[in-house]
């Protein structure tokens, strides 16, 4: 396997058990209500072009349908996709799920006003090359918005989350934002993209909701951030 198949298969693993955190009831509508402030913030007016790059549950493609996106979810974990899929078949005007790795997308450029992830930064192999890729597919004047935090400084081998059979240590030393100790490193990237106006904002209304209802399993409440940047 090579390191991306590894880190496909964990999330595939994953994936119904990360739904159903995503869509638990007693926080689903708080979470949409943030959630949708948070992305109608970060990107310009609707409707846009956007591309969802490791969509993962589709979670944020579905809040930015709903705000009258057109979207396009891609990722290469096909339990992923397989949620993704089920959710956004429920959707009127719901975003487009596609197979496509977030590192190379497969479009042409200038194909979006706007590329977008979430929780996908720190597992991410070669940022720089990605992040290039994603300036190629913008517009002029389009937006690359990302969302993530600083995980695991101490390193995935001291994570509570099991992450030994996939993420081994040829995985990590692939992964340079994966034991990232400042969000300010994934905002470097952005910035050796080229982006301009590159700003980190922390995620206060998250913060408060992981406070009241708990955060994540195996993860500590800690902050998130927007990091957002313009061609």
């Known amino acids: 396997m090579t390191a991306q198949d ?12 990360y739904d159903e955190y995503v869509q638990r009831p ?13 992305w109608a913030e970060a990107l310009p007016a609707a409707p846009l072009d956007v591309l969802d790059v490791g969509t993962g549950t589709g979670q944020a493609a579905m809040i930015l349908a709903g705000l009258g996106h057109r979207v396009t979810g891609i990722d290469l974990s096909e339990g992923m996709l397989a949620q993704a899929r089920r959710h956004a078949a429920a959707m009127a005007n719901g975003p487009v799920i596609q197979h496509g790795d977030a590192v190379h997308p497969g479009f042409p450029a200038a194909s979006f006003d706007a590329v977008v992830s979430r929780y996908v930064m720190w597992t991410l192999r070669e940022p720089e090359t990605a992040v290039a890729n994603w300036v190629r597919l913008l517009r002029p004047g389009g937006t690359i ?6 995980w695991f400084p101490h390193g ?16 990590q030393a692939m992964l340079p934002l994966a034991t990232a100790t ?14 301009a106006e590159v700003t980190v ?22 902050m998130q951030y927007l990091v957002t940047g313009r061609i």
């Open 26 to 38: 007693d926080r689903l509508a708080a979470n949409q209500r943030a959630w949708s402030a948070i």
């Open 182 to 195: 400042s969000i300010d490193q994934t905002a470097a990237v952005l910035e050796q993209a080229g982006l």
């Open 6 to 17: 590894r880190i496909n298969a964990y999330w595939t693993d994953r994936a119904p058990s």
């Open 156 to 171: 995935l081998d001291n994570a509570t989350e099991n992450f030994a059979d996939h993420y081994n240590s040829h995985v």
């Open 201 to 222: 904002t922390p995620l206060a209304s998250i913060f408060e909701l992981d406070r009241q209802f708990g955060a994540a399993p195996n993860h500590d409440h800690q």
């Open 145 to 150: 918005a990302v969302v993530d935090s600083t």
